[in-house]
Each structure stands twice: as C-alpha cells, then as structure tokens.
C-alpha cells in the first residue's frame, strides 16, 4: 500500500538514479492517441521533467519508495533496485507499470541488461537467428542454449532471466520436457522457461510447474512454427482465431503460467487478453499498448541487426553505424599509421638502457649481413629465440 511521505529533491534525484521505473497506465490503451512507427526517432532514456508525487514507506517486498506523475499525466511507481522476482513483476501488474522485457545472448550483453532497469531478461531462441546465423530458430539446440543461457546469466544477476525451451524439446513425454527444463535451470542458470504454444502443451505447462519451475507462454506469432504458419506472420486478426488466442492464453494461465508472451497479434487481441488474465502477466512484442509489459531483441532495439526488420520493431539507438564507422577508422587509421601513435605511455620499453644499446649495437655490427656472428658480450647462454628455449633447438644462422 502507498503510505505517502514528504516528497523531497533529495527522493526525486535518487530516484533518477537508483530506482526501476514504468509507466502507470492511466487511460485506456486504445484511448491513447500517438502511434510509435518504426521509423521513430532515438528515443531518450532521460525523462527530466518527472515530478515525485508521494513517496512511500516501504511495506515487506518489493520496496516501492514513490510514485511518480510524468509530465503528461501518467503515473508510474519505483523501488530500489533490487533483484527482481516474480512477487515484483506481479506487483507492477498490479500497480499497471509496464513492465520492460529485453533479450541478452551472452556475458555482456547480460551485463549491460544488470545494469539497467530492465526487469526481464530472456535468453531468446531468436539467438539462432541474430547470433548463430541460422536461418531459423528451429536449427538451435538445447546444449546451444545452454551454452549461451549460462553466459548471460554470468553477467546478469538483478532482472528476471528467462530462457526459451528450444524446438523439439518440449514435445516429447513431459518428464522428458522437465527433464530439458532442468538443465536449463540448473546449467544455465535461468529462473522460468518460455514454450510456444497453446492447450497442446499445457500438459508440459502443467508439469513444470508443479515441479517448481515457473513457466512463460508465448502465443500469437510462434516462430518455432513459421514453416507451418506459412512465414513470420501476424496472428488473431480474424474473430475466430482472436477468440481463440484470447482462449488459449486462459488455458495456460489454467496450466500455472506466470505470464503470456503476445507476438504479432492486433492490439485490442491483446489488450483483450491482458484483461481476462487474472493472475498471468502478458508481454508484447507487436501487440500494441495494451499489455503488462514489452519485450524486443536486443540487436533490433539497439539498431544493431541487417536487413528487413519487422515492423513492431524500434530501434532506441544505432549500433550498426557506430560499429561500421568505428571499423573504418580502425582501417583508415592502420593504412595512414596513425595507430598506433609514437607515444611511450602506449607501447612497451626495452628494460633499460644497456640492453637498448647492446641491441643497436648488434643491429649495426649484423647491418651487411655478418649474422654469422655468435660473440655476444652478454647473455651468451640465454637462448636466443622462444622456440630454443621451449625446445633446447639452437637457431640456425
Ligand atoms: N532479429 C529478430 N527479431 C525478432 O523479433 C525475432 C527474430 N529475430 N527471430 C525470431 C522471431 C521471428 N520474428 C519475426 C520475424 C519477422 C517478422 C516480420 O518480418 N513480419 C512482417 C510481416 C510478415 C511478412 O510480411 O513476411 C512485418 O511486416 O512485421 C516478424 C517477427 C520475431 N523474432
Ligand atoms: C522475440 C522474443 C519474444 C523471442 O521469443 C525470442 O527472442 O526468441
């Protein structure tokens, strides 16, 4: 419960700086009026102009510290950061502060996710596709997976860490689907598993978590299923199969999914179906305003990945450029010699003086290719070369 304090400049700059934030919901989703097209602008991390309306005593957990009115109307609520559970992300629900969801496929980009706000992280099958250049994430494996999901989860220690169950790996008898689940809790160190599909795999739902693994659903666009789909295509855009989802999505909340993954589906579809979910917690990716949070891949947010992106996509910076002209001054800068510069502080000294002179000395005395010569004054019995000392050879020459 909000139990509202003095708001003071000190409470308004921390929050700034330590807190998790989201915006409170305050009017209907299709109420609101601008569109986000993908061709939107860099969008600014900064909102300044936040005004801290009350802050609270914090009640058990998580430690919601204030609520916040934005410029615009909108409220949203912070807490310290902390490491980010399931009790937090149901408590965002509650309180309608949406909830940011980001993929991460190794250790630094796990890394840079804890050091963010994010409060979701997931180990994305899409990694087949942006990191292991498959051409489908039907290609990946469980052991991949792993790999990848245990390197993220190095880095990544505050947000929630979620990891995709691979194809094929939850199809089999259920044991054998908590059997995958395990490992990728146990050596990946993922906190819940995400399965695409609907009341086929609710039984597989159901298994994992009576066993104590927290499961996310994904429906809508399953990319598992582009073949059959016939390609990467929206979902629910007609009154059946609307139904349908929204159905479905009940169903796996039934099966004791924490939460509903929406992907490419209109958005009243999923607005609908984040309204009839009690106790799950929808993701959008392509599906409007309308849910408890959103998720996109890392490479696609950050303008970091080639060719056609789909359209829900929206890229917050762009790393591509910064990567392409950063490799080009490296090139240029090779070709021109100016790296690397003639700077003491960035390039390796002989150990003294005596040594520098003995080798002009040499260097001299060898100039009209006199290498014959073996009388050296110091360090006769040194080797000369790695490989004598490694192997006791003596150089030719
Ligand atoms: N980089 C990346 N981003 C993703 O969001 C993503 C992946 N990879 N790989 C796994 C799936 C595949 N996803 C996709 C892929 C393509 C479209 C897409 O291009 N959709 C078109 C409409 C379909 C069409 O015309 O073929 C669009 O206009 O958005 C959508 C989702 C989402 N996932
Ligand atoms: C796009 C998200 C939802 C995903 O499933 C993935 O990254 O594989």
């Not at 589906?265 to 999923?270: I, K, L, R």
């Not at 490296?330 to 003995?358: E, G, H, I, K, W």
Request: glycine fraction near 8%; aromatic fraction near 6%; include cysteine.
């Amino acid at each position: 419960m909000f139990r509202p304090v003095l708001a003071s400049r000190v409470l308004r700059r921390n929050a700034a700086r330590h807190l998790v934030a989201g915006t409170r919901r305050v009017s209907s989703v299709s109420e609101q009026a601008t569109e986000d097209t993908a061709e939107a602008p860099v969008t600014s991390a900064a909102e300044t102009e936040d005004k801290v309306l009350d802050a609270t005593v914090p009640e058990g957990k998580p430690k919601i510290v204030a609520e916040v009115e934005r410029a615009g109307g909108d409220k949203y609520i912070e807490w310290e950061r902390t490491k980010i559970t399931l009790a937090h992300l149901r408590t965002m629900k509650r309180y309608r502060t949406p909830i940011s969801m980001l993929t991460a496929y190794d250790y630094p980009t796990g890394l840079a996710c804890d050091a963010s706000r994010v409060e979701i992280v997931l180990v994305g099958d899409s990694l087949a596709q942006v990191c292991l250049g498959y051409d489908s994430t039907t290609r990946i494996t469980l052991d991949e997976m792993i790999h990848h999901c245990k390197a993220v989860a190095r880095g990544c220690k505050t947000p929630f860490l979620v990891v995709d169950m691979p194809f094929g790996t939850y199809h089999g008898t259920p044991e054998e689907t908590f059997h995958n689940a395990v490992r990728l809790v146990r050596e990946g160190g993922a906190e819940a598993v995400k399965l695409e599909g609907g009341p086929e795999i609710a039984h597989h739902v159901e298994h994992l978590t009576l066993a104590g693994i927290p499961v996310f659903a994904h429906l809508g666009l399953m990319p598992q299923r582009a073949v059959q789909l016939g390609g990467y295509l929206p979902q629910a855009r007609r009154f059946h199969s609307a139904k349908r989802l929204v159905e479905h999505a009940l169903v796996m909340e039934q099966a004791g999914a924490v939460a509903v993954v929406l992907e490419a589906v209109p958005p009243e579809v999923a607005e609908a179906a984040t309204s009839r979910l009690k106790h799950a917690f929808t993701i959008g990716i392509g599906a409007g305003r309308g849910t408890d949070g959103q998720v996109l891949v890392w490479d696609d947010m950050l303008g970091n990945s080639r060719g056609r992106k789909p359209r829900f996509v929206r890229q917050f910076a762009h790393l591509r450029k910064h990567v392409d002209d950063g490799i080009a001054a490296y090139v240029n800068a090779v070709r021109r010699r100016t790296y690397p510069a003639y700077q003491t502080s960035n390039m390796y000294s002989m150990d003294s003086d005596q040594s520098r002179q003995l080798f002009a000395e040499w260097m001299e005395r060898t100039r009209r290719g006199l290498a014959t010569e073996n009388a050296t004054t110091e360090g006769e019995n040194e080797p000369s070369s790695d490989l004598e000392s490694q192997t006791g050879m003596k150089a030719r020459g």
